[in-house]
């Protein structure tokens, strides 16, 4: 079970490390979009401070999946953002579907590997 969760934090890890980086340092031109994947990009550009935020906070997780550091945290770090991932690619364009999916269970793989971390979140 070690070497699974090795293997499936790293792929998160390098998987969210190329996202953030392509998209902070302008690496590729996106593909051009259309209908409601488009209105909802539009939305998401207009915002201005969003998707930085969002890609700032993917590449501390996947320097934190990747270095095997703070895996806690990063799970719950970006678990709001997983689903947001899930969300688009189930309702609005389903290209990404497989992905989004690999993503959910990865992370609750991580986040059931680490649960002893979460115990005293849940004490009253």
Known sequence: MKWVVIIVRSLMGLLFLFASITFLFKLF???P???AMK???DGLVASVYLMPTVKVIELL???AFLSGRFVPLATVLIAP???NILGVH???GHEGLPVA???VLANGLLAWHHRESYRPLFRA
Do not use: E
């Open 29 to 31: 031109t996106p593909p």
């Open 33 to 35: 979009l259309t209908g």
């Open 39 to 41: 209105t909802f990009n």
């Open 61 to 63: 997780c996947g320097l």
């Open 81 to 83: 953002i997983i689903l």
């Open 90 to 92: 189930l309702f609005l």
């Open 101 to 103: 999916i690999f993503l």
